[in-house]
């Protein structure tokens, strides 16, 4: 953590608010990073080390190979650039004070240097609380809690993406069934060996964000196997008292109403809503869609509340062969 007095002294020098506007930096620390390395640049007959730059270079170097938002490396080197380019701003090595600066460039390092303290200061203070947040957040979902609000930010806060509040009714399409779904306790992101839950909507498959839609008309065309999004098939079929259907999916509601959610910047709002959790208790009913020939047709059943008694005495089983007949025949069915 960043002294008191080095704190305040970069607030009042580069004014971090007026960076951070939309609750990112706008460049990534290893931008910042490689634009010093220009910037900062002068006269080859003029030593950096004499400048006081040696530290600063160093740090600066491992800054431009942080191509990922690993958010403890960015926290540790952003802080120490920061404390590096303090004793720069302020007396230059007081350690060594035989050297001082060169009269080239000097007014051109110092600009290179205020640039580069803003980013490094806003990368610090977002990277340290996301530092502290992640583990939080990644808890929760392996534990099947919901994510507190304030967690999303630690993610989703950046170039890209932006934090809304939530629509009132959002929708999903999914090929699991009700009972499937109970038992794992709702919709959660696949946790893998890295522990990074960057989203990619609008970008193809996610496994670390559950995506929704406030568009009924588009989450029943989902509601359909596709092996980018579900590389798993699943052969379920829907036992009545009047006929056996094929189901190709499962539209489910639900109500995240005054929770925080994550969106695609410039994408028409509500199109696609993601979020890091979404637990049972959030979702309200579901719905099936049967097969009907192709992913064009759309046949619904009628909603069903979701709850523990709709779930356990709803007919679905698993039958691939029957499903395949049903599927030949789908126009008996329907």
């Given at each position: 953590?960043l002294?008191?007095?080095?704190?305040?002294?970069?607030?009042?020098l580069?004014?971090p608010?007026?960076?951070?506007t939309t609750?990112?930096?706008?460049r990534?620390?290893?931008?910042?990073a490689?634009?010093?390395?220009?910037?900062?640049?002068?006269s080859?007959?003029?030593?950096?080390?004499?400048d006081?730059?040696?530290?600063?270079?160093?740090?600066v170097?491992?800054?431009a190979l942080?191509?990922?938002?690993?958010?403890?490396?960015?926290?540790?080197?952003?802080?120490?650039l920061?404390?590096a380019m303090?004793?720069?701003?302020?007396?230059?090595n007081?350690?060594?004070?035989?050297?001082?600066?060169?009269s080239?460039g000097?007014q051109?390092?110092q600009?290179a240097?205020?640039t580069?303290l803003?980013?490094?200061?806003c990368?610090?203070?977002q990277?340290?609380e996301a530092?502290?947040?992640e583990?939080?957040?990644?808890?929760?979902i392996?534990n099947?809690?919901d994510?507190p609000?304030n967690l999303?930010?630690?993610?989703f806060?950046?170039?890209g993406?932006?934090?809304?509040?939530?629509p009132g009714r959002l929708?999903?399409?999914d090929?699991?069934p009700?009972?499937m779904?109970?038992q794992?306790g709702?919709?959660f992101?696949k946790?893998?060996n890295?522990?990074r839950?960057?989203?990619?909507l609008g970008?193809?498959?996610?496994?670390?964000v559950?995506s929704?839609?406030?568009d009924?008309?588009?989450?029943?065309r989902?509601a359909?196997?596709n092996?980018?999004?579900c590389p798993?098939?699943?052969y379920?079929l829907h036992?009545?008292d009047?006929v056996?259907k094929?189901?190709?999916?499962?539209?489910?509601?639900?109500?995240?109403?005054?929770?925080?959610?994550?969106?695609?910047?410039?994408?028409?709002p509500g199109r696609e809503?993601?979020f890091l959790?979404?637990?049972?208790?959030?979702i309200?009913r579901?719905?099936?869609?049967?097969?009907a020939?192709?992913?064009?047709?759309?046949?619904?059943s009628?909603?069903?509340?979701?709850?523990?008694?709709?779930?356990?005495?709803?007919?679905i089983?698993?039958d691939k062969?029957?499903?395949?007949s049903?599927?030949?025949?789908w126009?008996?069915?329907?």
């Amino acid at each position: 953590m960043l002294a008191p007095n080095i704190d305040n002294y970069v607030r009042n020098l580069v004014r971090p608010e007026l960076i951070q506007t939309t609750c990112r930096p706008p460049r990534t620390i290893r931008e910042y990073a490689t634009d010093f390395q220009q910037n900062s640049r002068c006269s080859w007959k003029y030593s950096r080390s004499k400048d006081g730059l040696t530290r600063i270079d160093q740090l600066v170097t491992q800054a431009a190979l942080i191509q990922t938002l690993d958010y403890t490396r960015i926290a540790n080197t952003s802080q120490s650039l920061v404390e590096a380019m303090y004793t720069w701003l302020t007396g230059f090595n007081p350690s060594n004070p035989v050297q001082q600066l060169t009269s080239d460039g000097i007014q051109r390092r110092q600009n290179a240097i205020t640039t580069l303290l803003g980013g490094a200061y806003c990368w610090y203070r977002q990277a340290s609380e996301a530092a502290l947040s992640e583990p939080l957040a990644l808890g929760n979902i392996q534990n099947h809690n919901d994510i507190p609000f304030n967690l999303y930010r630690y993610r989703f806060s950046r170039s890209g993406f932006n934090l809304h509040m939530t629509p009132g009714r959002l929708y999903r399409g999914d090929t699991r069934p009700p009972q499937m779904l109970w038992q794992s306790g709702g919709f959660f992101p696949k946790m893998d060996n890295s522990n990074r839950h960057d989203p990619h909507l609008g970008s193809g498959a996610s496994c670390q964000v559950i995506s929704s839609t406030d568009d009924p008309n588009v989450v029943a065309r989902f509601a359909w196997h596709n092996k980018t999004y579900c590389p798993v098939r699943y052969y379920y079929l829907h036992h009545t008292d009047r006929v056996d259907k094929a189901i190709a999916g499962f539209v489910y509601e639900f109500d995240k109403n005054g929770h925080e959610c994550v969106e695609v910047a410039n994408v028409t709002p509500g199109r696609e809503v993601a979020f890091l959790a979404i637990p049972n208790q959030y979702i309200r009913r579901f719905r099936m869609r049967y097969y009907a020939g192709s992913q064009s047709n759309i046949v619904l059943s009628d909603w069903m509340y979701y709850n523990e008694n709709s779930v356990r005495n709803i007919r679905i089983t698993a039958d691939k062969q029957r499903w395949e007949s049903f599927k030949r025949n789908w126009q008996q069915y329907v």
